[in-house]
């Protein structure tokens, strides 16, 4: 199962681009990298996924490097109701399947 | 809305209880998730279904009993908790348990036990 690593907390302001890096340095060859948004008290939302390059979506893009051993996922303009856990996942099967695994995510505040 | 609801969504229970948390999706989905997310933590599989056969459990203790009677519900028995057995217990569902499935979460049941 591959580790990852993201920073514990962030600070932004309104209207600000918030990117915030995750690392996975043993990720497998076909392993897909998700990620994952919390508000409290709340289940988390599936934001975006990719395999390589660059995706985009209504909500954001995700940005991974040509050895996938990193991604970043890009919020532009955020605003207060982005306050909110930011979880990486990256694909690791047990016993051939492969099941959610999440670490401590980053909490992401924003201010006015 | 995310297409799995959970009930009920809080519930106080004392330690001599009985209780069971309900999970339900109509999403077509043939694998379901309990997890446990407690104060500051992150969130921890509990139990793992998939087309109706427990392929999963972590450890969890037997206090805690799951049941998949098909593929649309999940049960989460309880019995005799513990304070510290208080948190947020989340229900995911998702389409088959392979590498770029994304799970659908409920709201999730708070859990206090007193």
């Not at chain 1, 909110?84 to 670490?103: D, Q, R």
């Not at chain 2, 947020?88 to 036990?113: D, H, I, K, N, P």
Request: aromatic share 10%; glycine share 6%; proline share 6%.
């Amino acid at each position: 199962l591959a580790k990852t690593t993201q920073p514990i907390s962030m600070d932004s302001y309104e209207g600000q681009e918030v990117n915030i890096t995750c690392s996975h340095n043993n990720i497998a060859t076909n392993d897909y990298i998700t990620w994952y948004q919390q508000f409290p008290s709340q289940g988390p939302r599936f934001i975006i996924q990719g395999y390589k390059t660059k995706v985009t979506n209504e909500v954001a893009s995700l940005f991974i490097p040509a050895d996938r051993k990193s991604s970043t996922l890009s919020l532009p303009r955020v605003s207060l109701s982005d306050t909110a856990v930011y979880y990486c996942l990256v694909g690791g099967p047990i016993g051939g399947s492969y099941i959610p695994t999440f670490g401590r995510g980053t909490s992401l505040i924003v201010h006015p | 809305e995310t297409g799995v609801t959970q009930t009920p969504r809080h519930l106080v229970m004392g330690m001599t209880n009985k209780k069971s948390l309900k999970c339900e999706q109509h999403l077509g989905h043939n694998a379901m998730y309990w997890y446990k997310q407690s104060a500051k933590k992150p969130l921890e599989l509990m139990f793992v279904y998939s087309l109706e056969e427990r392929v999963e459990n972590n450890s969890v203790p037997s206090r805690f009993s799951p049941e998949c009677p098909n593929s649309s519900h999940l049960f989460l028995h309880l019995h005799t908790l513990q304070p510290e057995d208080s948190a947020l217990y989340l229900c995911a569902s998702s389409q088959e348990m392979r590498r770029g499935t994304e799970a659908f979460f409920g709201q999730g049941t708070r859990l206090t036990v007193v």
